[in-house]
Antibody
Framework: QLLLQESGSGLVKPSQTLSLTCTVS??????????WSWIRQPPGKGLEYIGY???????FYNPSLKSRVTISIDGSKNQFSLKVNSVTAADTAVYYC???????????WGQGALVTVSS | QSALTQPASVSGSPGQSITISCTGT?????????VSWYQQHPGKVPKLIIF???KRPSGVSDRFSGSKSGNAASLTISGLQDEDEANYYC??????????FGGGTKVTVL
């Protein structure tokens, strides 16, 4: 069974860098069959696509976040990661990692990790 | 790019059918057959219920159906049940590796 699990700091100070890792079990992310994504949801609000990455390391980002976001992948650990620079309170959200299946469907999701930006 | 436009709320009585609209542009919904829909109960993880406009993943009830016309897509829930009360999000590929979600629709079963 495919499982995804987010981990990382739950509290980040303004202007600092948010870092999260998604550990995948049940498949090898380096197989190349799928890509791997990050999606976030501010409290009480809707879903926002952040970006996704292929096993090759090629990544695509939401244009509105592109200048502050980096997604990377480590096939040896079966993990992919998210970094968001220069965070503000507006970056407070539940961050989900998800598999991107055929036809750009997000078919498997992690449980989500709440990240709060506060001093 | 702005979020896809969905009504904030839709309601219906048990057994009725409801439709949630999702309006985009010629750069997203209008240009790709790559619309998906997600159901999210409060405090839970989003669940894929429709992909590629009309397809249902294994295990998803056939009471959920999707369609697309021009720059808009729709999700219809037939035979509304109490368990369908949730938030629903549409999503579309928008080219160049970009994906856009709708703002979400809260479905209330009266």
């Amino acid at each position: 069974q495919l499982l995804l699990q987010e981990s990382g700091s739950g509290l980040v100070k303004p202007s600092q860098t948010l870092s999260l890792t998604c550990t995948v079990s049940g498949t090898f992310i380096s197989s190349g069959a799928y890509s791997w994504s990050w999606i976030r949801q501010p409290p009480g609000k809707g879903l926002e696509y952040i970006g996704y990455i292929y096993h090759t390391g090629r990544a695509f980002y939401n244009p509105s976040l592109k200048s502050r976001v980096t997604i990377s992948i480590d096939g040896s650990k079966n993990q992919f990661s998210l970094k968001v620079n220069s965070v503000t309170a507006a970056d407070t959200a539940v961050y989900y990692c998800a598999r991107v299946g055929d036809a750009y469907r997000f078919d498997y999701w992690g449980q989500g990790a709440l990240v709060t930006v506060s001093s | 790019q702005s979020a896809l436009t969905q009504p904030a709320s839709v309601s219906g009585s048990p057994g009725q059918s409801i439709t949630i609209s999702c309006t985009g542009t010629s750069g997203d919904i209008g240009n790709y057959y790559l619309v998906s829909w997600y159901q999210q109960h409060p405090g839970k993880v989003p669940k894929l219920i429709i992909f590629e406009v009309t397809k249902r993943p294994s295990g998803v009830s056939d009471r959920f159906s999707g369609s697309k016309s021009g720059n808009a897509a729709s999700l219809t829930i037939s035979g509304l049940q109490d368990e369908d009360e949730a938030n629903y999000y549409c999503c579309s590929f928008a080219g160049s590796g970009h994906v856009i979600f709708g703002g979400g629709t809260k479905v209330t079963v009266l």
